[in-house]
């Protein structure tokens, strides 16, 4: 792990948005904001389109190449257009009573990589100048799993520790806030309640294998867990602000993190740094290209734009 560097290669300042994500031929890649999503082939810009509905946060490709998965909605490559999709008020609205449903509001979501289920974080905000819990006494947040055409509620409880980090594995879902809650698909079972975070995560991240999970916290800490055991393997202050974007590389063998101090920093799954550059703005998003020689990094600021750093030795 000696020795690697991170160079600037260039940058796209029409590619707005706070989350990036490359397609599995490594040919596409596209970003997203809660608005819009831009499509580049052979970064060059193929199609920018304005979402029917807000945007979520993060987004992939499937593992055919064919959509892009923003979540909730999904955007077809060769149609150069939206695919309907069920609404996600009715995904957010699983098991409620229609008054209550109408106050729950969805604010983050993740897709499993094959586009087979969705995870959604949905909070309840009653109707202006009506108290706080108005129409609905539950808990005021939940998070509700869309596995094929199964709805399950995964979890509900206080917004007050929101738990808007999520991730949807091949057989699993993580869900963030202090404490991270992992349930099994699709049936939504416990699997682990994972150590607390000082802050509340604002991402996380599965490797490709699906061997081990990486969280990036509001106060910069990065931890990572086996698995398989759920043992915490590593700790780390990787930032001195918020640590946003995170990505493995293929093969699992480096971690990126992205800050709000505006730098991208290279890690050993142990937590040693082996390599950093500054950037003009903060990190909020990044992605490793399939073949790992190039990291794509989002910003966020006022000249927001995506930049392409080459990995080196």
């Given amino acids: 792990m000696t020795g690697a560097r991170l160079t600037r290669e260039r940058e796209w300042r029409e590619a707005t948005g706070a989350r990036v994500a490359y397609a599995p031929d490594g040919r596409a890649w596209a970003c997203s904001s809660a608005q819009q999503l831009h499509?580049?082939?052979?970064?060059?810009?193929?199609?920018?389109?304005?979402?029917?509905?807000?945007?979520?946060?993060?987004?992939?490709?499937?593992?055919d190449d064919n959509r892009v998965l923003v979540a909730p909605l999904v955007y077809g490559r060769a149609a150069r257009d939206w695919e309907p999709s069920p609404p996600v008020r009715d995904l957010v609205a699983a098991g409620l009573d229609p008054t209550a449903?109408?106050?729950?509001?969805?604010?983050?979501?993740?897709?499993a990589p094959d586009g087979s289920a969705l995870a959604v974080y949905a909070e309840y905000r009653p109707?202006?100048?009506?108290?706080?819990?108005?129409?609905?006494?539950?808990?005021?947040?939940?998070?509700?799993?869309?596995?094929?055409?199964?709805?399950?509620?995964?979890?509900?409880?206080?917004?007050?520790?929101?738990?808007?980090?999520?991730?949807?594995?091949?057989?699993?879902?993580?869900?963030?806030?202090?404490?991270?809650?992992?349930?099994?698909?699709?049936?939504?079972r416990p699997v682990a309640t994972l150590a607390a975070m000082?802050?509340?995560?604002?991402?996380?991240?599965?490797?490709?294998?699906?061997?081990?999970?990486?969280?990036?916290?509001?106060?910069?800490?990065?931890?990572?867990?086996?698995?398989?055991?759920?043992?915490?393997?590593?700790?780390?202050?990787a930032h001195p602000g918020e640590a946003a974007g995170?990505?493995?590389?293929?093969?699992?063998?480096?971690?990126?993190?992205?800050?709000q101090d505006g730098t991208v920093r290279l890690w050993s799954p142990a937590g040693e740094q082996v390599?950093?550059?500054?950037?003009?703005?903060?990190?909020?998003?990044?992605?490793?290209?399939?073949?790992?020689?190039?990291?794509?990094?989002a910003q966020?600021?006022?000249?927001?734009a995506i930049v392409a750093l080459a990995m080196g030795a």
């Fill in 198 to 237: 000082p802050t509340v995560a604002r991402t996380l991240r599965l490797d490709a294998q699906g061997q081990r999970l990486a969280a990036g916290s509001a106060d910069g800490t990065v931890a990572i867990w086996d698995a398989q055991s759920w043992e915490e393997t590593a700790r780390w202050q």
């Fill in 101 to 111: 449903a109408e106050g729950f509001a969805a604010s983050a979501g993740a897709w």
């Fill in 127 to 188: 109707p202006r100048g009506l108290p706080a819990q108005a129409g609905w006494s539950g808990p005021p947040a939940r998070i509700v799993l869309r596995d094929g055409d199964r709805a399950t509620v995964l979890w509900e409880g206080d917004r007050s520790e929101p738990r808007g980090a999520l991730v949807v594995g091949r057989a699993l879902v993580a869900a963030g806030g202090r404490t991270i809650d992992v349930r099994g698909r699709p049936d939504g």
């Fill in 246 to 259: 995170l990505a493995w590389a293929p093969g699992g063998a480096t971690l990126a993190s992205g800050g």
């Fill in 39 to 63: 499509l580049y082939e052979d970064d060059v810009v193929v199609a920018s389109a304005g979402a029917p509905g807000q945007l979520l946060g993060e987004l992939s490709f499937d593992i």
């Fill in 300 to 304: 966020d600021g006022p000249d927001d």
């Fill in 275 to 297: 390599a950093e550059v500054a950037l003009d703005a903060p990190v909020t998003g990044l992605v490793f290209h399939p073949g790992g020689e190039r990291l794509l990094a």
